[in-house]
């Protein structure tokens, strides 16, 4: 279950936000500390667990805003996922800051995230578009997609989302998922679109 967390920094004012904190947060924490980067925003690709068990030790040491989808805001805070949380060594989280929706642009210093609401993993799932690098979440993984067998999971929405958010992207647009599923840890747009057999 071990997922990948991004921490995407913006150099004019050394503050960064973290995408999917859950496995080993001090980890976390040191790196952006090494880095002299202050973390000013935890945004969650959606709300299962493996990528929210982390939100409560970030949100602790610097106090970050919390961002996530509006159709996933509930599942954070939810008995199931701060029970999962706990088994996987993290906590329940704190609520969401601020709810998203499709097109919200989410500020780091002067670095604008976009945020792409791509349901079908889960109703709330979002994807990340940043200055060519694309933060797919358990929506798009390299060779393969999310599962949609999960409550709210639908795969024609999911392929939906891939074909109209994530393709028609630029095809040099870097693919950085969820989880190092796939034959390399990141792929290319463009790649994904001729070889990825799921979609
Ligand atoms: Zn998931
Ligand atoms: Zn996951």
């Known amino acids: 279950m071990e997922n990948f967390a991004y921490l995407i920094g913006d ?11 859950a496995f080993d947060p001090r980890k976390i924490l040191a790196t952006a500390q090494t880095s002299g980067y202050t973390i000013t925003h935890v945004i969650n690709t959606h709300g299962h667990s493996d990528h929210t068990s982390g939100n409560a030790a970030i949100i602790e040491a610097t106090n970050a805003l919390l961002c996530i989808h509006r159709a996933d805001a509930d599942q954070v805070t939810r008995l199931l996922n701060r029970t999962i949380s706990r088994i996987l060594g993290g906590k329940g989280s704190p609520s969401p800051s601020r709810l998203l929706e499709d097109n919200d642009i989410i500020t780091i210093g002067k670095t604008q995230l976009q945020v792409l609401h791509t349901p079908g993993h889960t109703p709330g799932s979002i994807c990340i578009y940043a200055d060519g690098n694309i933060f797919t ?9 999310g599962r949609t067998d999960l409550p709210g999971g639908s795969m024609q929405q999911l392929l939906k989302s891939v074909h109209e958010k994530i393709y028609t992207l630029p095809g040099g647009a870097i693919v950085w998922p ?18 990825n057999p799921f979609t």
Do not use: M, N, R, W
């Open 11 to 21: 150099e004019a004012s050394q503050t960064c936000a973290i995408i999917d904190p």
């Open 178 to 195: 969820g989880h190092d599923y796939g034959e390399s840890p990141s792929s290319t747009v463009s790649f994904e679109k001729q070889t």
């Open 137 to 145: 979440g358990d929506t798009l993984f390299v060779g393969a997609v």
